[in-house]
């Protein structure tokens, strides 16, 4: 999978799971759109991961990995309260932000590649 789609999915993901998460909780909490607004942000950066602006790239790299590790405390919480739909929401959420990681990585290896051999 190249940066561009894995970066598209894993906002589309985070948009629909915090709201979805926000929505059906008994007790929602402002919190909730945290990845909402974080899925927003990689949404408006898709255009420049997929131009291969470095900056832009470089952006949305740091911005997912915050999300996945500002995940973990939801995911201890869910954990802890037993709330499996919750688990499986942010689980969900890691799983699509760590495979947005690796396509990442992987783009910018290729490009490292590619302009070394270009030398």
Avoid: C, Q
Avoid at 16 to 37: H, K, N, R
């Amino acid at each position: 999978m190249n940066a561009p789609t894995a970066n598209l999915i894993n906002a589309g993901t985070l948009v629909i799971m915090g709201l979805w998460g926000y929505f059906s909780s008994e007790s929602p909490s402002p919190t909730a759109f945290i990845p909402v607004v974080g899925g927003v942000l990689l949404l408006l950066m898709s255009n420049g991961v997929k131009t291969e602006n470095k900056v832009i790239a470089h952006i949305a790299v740091v911005l997912t990995l915050i999300l996945i590790l500002g995940l973990a405390m939801p995911l201890k919480g869910a954990i802890g309260r037993g709330d499996t739909m919750a688990i499986v929401r942010v689980g969900i959420m890691l799983i699509t932000g760590i495979l947005a990681m690796v396509a990442f990585i992987g783009s910018f290896k290729a490009a490292r590649k590619a302009r070394e051999a270009g030398n």
